[in-house]
């Protein structure tokens, strides 16, 4: 285990305060492929953090970061711990031990929607879109700030027309890359499974995040259209997003992610850029569902 | 049998007091249940404290009727606070029990015989409404009456029923001006699903609890009226049927419509009046065979509820988005 380059936490905000940051990092070439290797503008830093259902460890993580303003990949068999790992960041699930800080705040008393407010936008595997909402509604649900969702301005048109009229400028955009423009006016009940993954990444970029966290965002979608949607998503994380995503084809992991973490049976086996990473022989190993064999790439 | 006098009857009711403070109690429930998704079964629990909390200002400590009516409407805030803080974090099913217990609970506090010194207990407790009729512009001789046939009303009727409306037609415009907003589409989010609107930001529990107060001050008017209408209140008036009856006049109407609750209201007196007294007027006819007139004669309250039960499984049926609500809404329940 590299206990050794566990970076204290003071790192992650040198690196948030560091302006340029994001455009010029290439992780792939500065950072060790282990498990747990320190990244130069973290900003996420897991340590020892578990969870257990019954007797199953779900989640077990000695120390992860995931570095600014680039893509990185979640992957994994099933039942590995991702969504759970996804749960416990997101304030969604309790876990039993362990900490982690978020774009240099140590995330004390995780609740889902105060994380959310400082950026952590995350989607669900399960897709949770708001079926007798209309597709434009759900994707103006995101739209922080918006000071109509006070009480006290809400009955007063005026404090809050202007801000919804530029958040539906900003939707209609949203709506019409995610292919789903025609569909804007219907209740989001309406959609097919496909398209309500679309819609549920549009609603989180709506949120303006600071990171995106995708739970297999593009299951069900079709591969020409998740291919330009990951293109997309990939730009915005040249503009400075940091983009956490789980997925299980390995071309589109191969294709997009600048970074992949590797977790089985709870732990982080393996990490580091996707074409040394999908060779390494404990990955083919674990998603063979063969015991590990001990030994590194 | 008289038409004239059953449908005289059935658009009295429709249009009197008690019309008014069930839409009061629908759309407190509305706000509750159709927009924001808390199955709230004890509505009447606000009605309650907004009817004693003006009787008993008024009866035992000869405050006025305003600092009354000021004091029902802060009972019922502070039963949604106490209802609301330990539950609305809970499942909803934990909520929908509590609330019906809760209201269940003050009723029988409030009608206990150790209470008669502050509320009048068993017995019902009534007071002077003066300052309310004072300002009746209606004249009121023992001969003035307002309507034709057997829908009218007296002087001091028109007025609580006027004011009645005014007042109901006032809180279905506030509550469509916030509904319509981006904080009614939080709302809605967190009935659609409160872990979306958690992973966008928005605090659950707080929009939960406004929703719950909104409501339940809306359902303490509807006391309000109630107590100046009657000069007092009954704990027997408080029964948890007043709830289901409320939660049957927003399903007629339509759940999460801005009119529904009070169309469902007015609806919901007319078929019960309507049923009932042509009832009595079936009673009275003499070629009934005398078992079935035995059988109606006195329970024609009851059965009127009875049908007005039934009328609501049909409409589930046939027409499950109630009257005035979107078909297609209803459709994406099954899904
Ligand atoms: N609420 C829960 N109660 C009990 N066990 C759970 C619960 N949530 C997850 N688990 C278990 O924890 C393990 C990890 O599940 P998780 O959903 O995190 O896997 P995953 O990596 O996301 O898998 P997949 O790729 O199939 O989505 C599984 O064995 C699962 O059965
Ligand atoms: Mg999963």
Do not use: C
Request: no cysteine; hydrophobic share 50%; proline share 5%.
């Amino acid at each position: 285990m590299p206990d050794e380059l566990t970076p204290v936490p003071g790192e992650a905000r040198a690196g948030t305060e560091s302006g340029l940051v994001g455009a010029q990092i290439e992780p792939n070439h500065s950072v060790p492929p282990v498990a747990g290797a320190p990244k130069p503008h973290p900003i996420l830093v897991v340590d020892e953090l578990t969870r257990s259902f019954g007797g199953l460890r779900a989640v077990d993580v000695d120390h992860l970061e995931v570095e600014r303003g680039v893509v990185t990949a979640l992957i994994g068999p099933n039942g590995a711990g991702k969504t759970t790992l996804f749960n416990l960041l997101t304030g969604f699930d309790r876990a039993d031990t362990g900490r982690w800080s978020f774009d240099g705040q140590p995330v004390s008393s995780p609740s889902p929607d105060q994380l959310a407010r400082q950026g952590m936008i995350r989607t669900f595997q399960l897709t949770k879109s708001l079926a007798k909402l209309t597709v434009l509604d759900n994707v103006l649900l995101g739209a922080p700030g918006q000071a109509g969702e006070r009480l006290s301005a809400a009955p007063f048109r005026s404090r809050w027309r202007d801000q919804e009229e530029a958040n539906v400028e900003l939707a209609d955009e949203l709506l019409d890359r995610f292919n789903l423009a025609h569909m804007r006016d219907e209740l989001a009940g309406t959609l097919s499974g496909g398209q309500r993954k679309l819609l549920e990444v549009a609603r989180a970029l709506m949120a303006d995040p600071v990171m995106i966290m995708l739970d297999e965002p593009m299951a069900g979608v079709n591969p020409a259209l998740a291919q330009s949607l990951m293109r997309h998503i990939t730009q915005l994380a040249f503009e400075g997003l940091t983009v956490v995503f789980i997925e299980h084809a390995m071309d589109v992991v191969t294709g997009i992610s600048d970074w992949v973490v590797v977790l089985a049976q709870g732990r982080v086996i393996a990490e580091g850029p996707p074409w040394k990473v999908i060779h390494d022989h404990q990955v083919i190993d674990a998603y063979l569902g063969r015991r590990r064999a001990g030994g590194g790439s | 049998m008289d038409f004239d006098i059953i449908f005289g009857n059935a658009a009295r009711a429709a249009f009197g007091p008690e019309a008014v403070i069930l839409a009061l109690a629908a759309i407190g429930l509305n706000v509750h249940f159709g927009f924001t998704g808390l199955l709230n079964f004890g509505q009447v629990g606000f009605l309650l404290l907004g009817a004693y909390g003006t009787s008993v200002s008024v009866a035992t400590f000869g405050w006025s009727l305003w600092v009354g009516i000021l004091v029902g409407l802060v009972l019922s805030v502070a039963l949604a606070v106490a209802l609301g803080f330990p539950t609305l974090r809970l499942h909803a099913v934990m909520f929908a029990i509590v609330t019906i217990a809760a209201a269940e609970i003050i009723r029988i506090l409030i009608g206990s015989t150790d209470a008669i010194g502050l509320t009048g207990g068993p017995l019902s407790v009534s007071f002077d409404a003066g300052a309310f009729y004072d300002l009746n512009p209606y004249p009121d001789g023992p001969h003035d009456r307002y309507g034709v046939g057997t829908f009218e009303f007296t002087g001091q009727q028109m007025w609580v029923i006027t004011v009645g409306w005014v007042l109901v037609a006032l809180v279905s415009l506030v509550v469509f001006l916030i509904v319509r907003s981006p904080w009614g589409r939080v709302l809605k989010s967190i009935r659609e699903d409160e872990d979306a609107a958690r992973s966008l930001g928005k605090n659950v529990f707080s929009y939960k609890m406004q929703a719950l107060i909104i409501g339940g001050v809306i359902g303490g008017l509807g006391g309000v009226i109630d107590a100046i209408k009657t000069s007092g209140a009954d704990p027997n008036g408080f029964r948890p049927q007043v709830t289901f009856f409320a939660y049957t006049a927003l399903l007629l109407g339509g759940a999460a419509t801005y009119m529904g609750p009070v169309l469902g209201a007015i609806l919901f007196w007319f078929l019960r009046e309507w049923i009932e007294s042509f009832l009595r007027q079936l009673t009275a006819e003499a070629w009934l065979p005398d078992a079935v007139a035995d059988f109606l004669s006195g329970s024609e309250g009851v059965i009127s509820v009875a049908m007005v039960g039934l009328t609501l499984v049909l409409l589930m049926l046939f027409r499950p988005q109630g009257i005035t609500g979107n078909r297609i809404e209803m459709q994406l329940d099954a899904r």
